[in-house]
Nanobody
């Protein structure tokens, strides 16, 4: 199994930037990776995902043009660069890994999940 640990969350002002990191306990070179978020009282929402090679990515419409997902397979780490943050981006952000290599929008395709990191955007 793989342990995923998110970091980089915090309190930022609207329009600001933040970079989240997800470190894996073992090599994840062949895994697809994704980010999901959950706001208070809301369902878990897909944010972004990336293929094992980093050559393909998938973004929710709400974050296109503002967020960028990337990965460093040497460091076994996935990143989510968040720019032009809005109050509605406030949520707990979770990273996930897919053994099959999936980078889909559906949470059912992911096998391992982190514990989450809180992102709060003030307006």
């Amino acid at each position: 199994q793989v342990q995923l640990i998110e970091s980089g969350g915090g309190l930022v002002q609207a329009g600001g930037s933040l970079r989240l990191s997800c470190a894996a306990s073992r090599r994840t070179f062949t895994y697809g990776c994704g980010w999901f978020r959950q706001a208070p009282g809301k369902d878990r929402e897909f944010v972004a995902a990336i293929s094992w090679s980093g050559g393909n990515s998938n973004y929710a419409d709400s974050v296109k043009g503002r967020f960028t997902i990337s990965r460093d397979n040497v460091k076994n780490t996935v990143y989510l660069q968040m720019n032009s943050l809005k109050a509605e981006d406030t949520a707990v952000y979770y990273c996930a890994a897919s053994l099959s290599g999936s980078y889909s929008r559906s949470h059912v395709n992911y096998d391992y999940w982190g514990q989450g990191t809180q992102v709060t955007v003030s307006s």
